[in-house]
């Protein structure tokens, strides 16, 4: 079970790295940004598949999501410059919340 939770781990960094060079690459209109956007992105869903041998398809996509609006708006605030207001922050932490939810109290995580 724990190597489920790596290669879930591995997807979502994928993830996180393929979006924001999605952004960088302006449209595909920058093809360095644009590989690496394609590359992370076959990355991910390959560890993402590898993670739902032992995770529960809801679960592991409640983590997914979760966890990378969580980083992705950090790392906007951080490389891009953008700000979040007050409801994006209540919306995101309310996200956050769920996903602490699932994985504390919840006997799907654990299937």
Do not use: C, N
Not at 26 to 34: A, D, K, R, T, V
Not at 73 to 83: F, P, R
């Amino acid at each position: 079970m724990q190597l489920h939770y790596l290669h879930l781990g591995l997807a979502i960094i994928f993830e996180i790295i393929a979006t924001s060079a999605l952004k960088a690459s302006e449209g595909f209109s920058l093809w360095l940004p644009s590989v690496i956007a394609v590359l992370g992105y076959i990355a991910a869903f390959y560890f993402l598949a590898l993670a739902l041998r032992g995770i529960a398809l809801g679960v592991a996509y409640a983590i997914w999501s979760g966890v990378g609006i969580v980083l992705l708006a950090v790392i906007g605030l951080v490389l891009y410059d953008q700000k979040l207001d007050v409801p994006a922050i209540i919306g995101i932490s309310l996200i956050m919340s769920g996903v602490i939810v699932l994985q504390l109290f919840s006997h799907s995580v654990s299937q």
